[in-house]
């Protein structure tokens, strides 16, 4: 089985950046990664899925709303995700999830019904 365990949420003013990491572990994730990425949701509201990257390519692939403020990494090494945000706005604050798609296809997907595996989240507040 996998795990994927978040960091890096807080409370930051308006304009500032944060950097969350997501880090996997469990013994088949290095053989059946295919994509991972990072999504939020806020009650009420529906899970919007933000950035996701190509675990051996590399590609990435953002929605419109964060394309240009946040960048998604990795770092095989460490079995890490990150999301680098910057010139956050208090319209982001949410519990910021991370996830993992086992199923092949070429280019990483933004659509969170592709997602096999889903992390707790961190929450992030950004205050105005």
């Known amino acids: 089985q996998v795990q994927l365990v978040e960091s890096g949420g807080g409370l930051v003013q308006a304009g500032g950046s944060l950097r969350l990491s997501c880090a996997a572990s469990g013994r088949t994730f290095d053989f059946y990664a295919i994509h991972m990425g990072w999504s939020r949701q806020t009650p009420g509201k529906e899970r919007e899925f933000l950035a996701a990257i190509s675990w051996s390519s590399g590609r990435t692939a953002y929605s419109d709303s964060v394309k240009g403020r946040f960048t998604i990494s990795k770092d095989t090494a460490r079995n890490t995700v990150y999301l680098q945000m910057n010139s956050l706005k208090p319209e982001d604050t949410a519990l910021y999830s991370c996830?993992?798609?086992?199923?092949?296809?070429?280019?990483?997907?933004?659509?969170?019904?592709?997602?096999?595996?889903w992390g707790q989240g961190t929450q992030v507040t950004v205050s105005s």
């Open positions: 996830a993992l798609d086992v199923h092949y296809t070429p280019l990483p997907t933004t659509a969170a019904s592709e997602y096999d595996f």
